[in-house]
């Protein structure tokens, strides 16, 4: 059993501290709570979703449209030709043991402004691919790292405590963990077509040195980091 951190928890003001950095930008759609699965661009359209819905904005995220109730988080975005499938389950795992966004039910043919179901037009809903894991120029590999913290005592199997996930990026054979200056917890990325990274985050906060559970933002907003230019120069 996965639990949160025992850590004490504290709230933080209504208004969470202004985040200004030179290298990424933050958005957040208001009583998202969390924000998951990320598809196109910031200077067009960008879909996300968020805990129990889909939301597009194409005015630079001023804005959000709801367009889909789906109850339940999108894991991932597939895009085959015209068409994105929502991916809707993340438990399955390939003969490398990634993990792997799965099964859809529903697509939409014009960047999330509809959505079709599969079984009404006799699309396979029989979907799937890697989980938080992206390529820019198939060079450079980003991926999501999900940490966990064993309970004491107890073997390394996947249980424990959930601490603060990474970007772990690969390339010319080595890897690293990706710096950014946020705590947020992560739940996905995306890179665009111009190479910016898109990193979806909870309002849960975590503590910079032990990674574990600190504190949430009281707004209760899915949270999207951008960063401002090709993320290529954004690696040490």
Not at 18 to 45: C, L, M, Q, S
Not at 72 to 95: C, H, M, W
Request: include cysteine.
């Amino acid at each position: 059993m996965i639990v949160l951190s025992s850590c004490a928890k504290k709230e933080l003001p209504v208004a969470p501290p202004t985040f200004n950095d030179p290298n990424w930008t933050r958005v957040e759609i208001a009583n998202g709570k969390e924000a998951h699965a990320i598809y196109g661009n910031i200077d067009d359209t960008l879909m996300v979703s968020t805990l129990t819905e889909i939301y597009q904005t194409t005015d630079k995220a001023k804005t959000w449209k709801k367009t889909k109730i789906n109850h339940q988080p999108i894991y991932g975005f597939l895009s085959v030709r015209d068409t994105i499938f929502a991916l809707e389950a993340n438990s399955l795992k390939n003969k490398d043991n990634q993990l792997l966004a799965t099964f859809s039910q529903f697509f939409t043919l014009d960047k999330g402004f509809t959505w079709k179901r599969c079984s009404q037009y006799n699309v396979s809903e029989q979907r799937a691919q890697e989980f938080a894991t992206v390529s820019l120029n198939n060079q450079i590999k980003f991926k999501l790292k999900e940490n966990i913290e064993p309970f004491k005592g107890e073997p390394a199997n996947g249980s424990g405590y959930v601490l603060k996930s990474d970007i772990e990026v690969f390339t010319n054979g080595f890897s690293k963990i990706l710096s950014v200056p946020f705590d947020n917890q992560i739940t996905n990325i995306h890179v665009d077509g111009a190479g910016r990274l898109y990193v979806s985050a909870t309002r849960a906060i975590y503590d910079k040195t032990t990674g574990k559970f600190a504190s949430a933002e009281k707004n209760e907003p899915a949270i999207i980091y951008i960063s401002k230019k090709n993320v290529k120069e954004l690696i040490d």
